[in-house]
T-cell receptor
Framework: QQQVKQSPQSLIVQKGGISIINCAYE??????FPWYQQFPGKGPALLIAIRPDVSEKKEGRFTISFNKSAKQFSLHIMDSQPGDSATYFC??????????FGQGTELSVKP | DAGITQSPRHKVTETGTPVTLRCHQT?????MYWYRQDPGHGLRLIHYSYGVKDTDKGEVSDGYSVSRSKTEDFLLTLESATSSQTSVYFCAISPRGEGQETQYFGPGTRLLVL
């Protein structure tokens, strides 16, 4: 029940395309859903986050879509750029104060 | 990296030796965390601290211990390193509290156990 399942494991997108990464969870007590971006050799950095009382949050080219009834959320990267090439992690925060991470998606944006 | 440093950044050690990793923060955040990152597993919580001398276990705590004698420092010790503990270790900090769930990560320590 504490798992967060992320797909796909890897993704190749052409420059200018849309990158979509999906996550699913089981525990309805999760109440905060962040996405982290990680470049090689660096620590993960918060990219965007959403709470379950909204269905969508947009920040620049990055959008989180949240479906509470399906217990799914996704990250959309519009107009993907080579500089977006990184590993992306979804996560869910439980009321015990712990972040549960998905397995990660390695995104490669081809020029 | 949000005022977080980790030391050492790289370490090679031998099986059976003790290893201590240090996390230092300048943000005065109450919560500190140790994660390990392995391919296909994302980030997994080892231990965390919710105050000086207050710590608790995470998902993968076996073989690890932690200590926090000052707000700014959180130490992770591998009592007797094994090859399965070869990994990249990340420290994270968080202010916690209402609307403060975000965790900020350090640059990581790459550990190789031979």
């Amino acid at each position: 029940q504490q798992q967060v399942k992320q797909s796909p494991q890897s993704l190749i997108v052409q420059k200018g395309g849309i990158s979509i990464i999906n996550c699913a969870y089981e525990n309805t007590a999760f109440d905060y859903f962040p996405w982290y971006q990680q470049f090689p050799g660096k620590g993960p950095a918060l990219l965007i986050a959403i709470r379950p009382d909204v269905s969508e949050k947009k920040e620049g080219r990055f959008t989180i879509s949240f479906n509470k009834s399906a217990k799914q959320f996704s990250l959309h990267i519009m107009d993907s750029q080579p500089g977006d090439s990184a590993t992306y992690f979804c996560a869910a925060y439980n009321q015990g104060g712990k972040l549960i991470f998905g397995q990660g998606t390695e995104l490669s944006v081809k020029p | 990296d949000a005022g977080i440093t980790q030391s050492p950044r790289h370490k090679v050690t031998e099986t059976g030796t003790p290893v201590t990793l240090r996390c230092h923060q300048t943000e005065n955040h109450r919560y500190m965390y140790w994660y390990r990152q392995d391919p296909g597993h994302g980030l997994r919580l080892i231990h965390y601290s919710y105050g000086v001398k207050d710590t608790d276990k995470g998902e993968v705590s076996d073989g690890y211990s932690v200590s926090r004698s000052k707000t700014e420092d959180f130490l992770l010790t591998l009592e007797s390193a094994t090859s399965s503990q070869t990994s990249v270790y990340f420290c994270a900090i968080s202010p916690r509290g209402e609307g403060q769930e975000t965790q900020y990560f350090g640059p990581g320590t790459r550990l190789l156990v031979l």
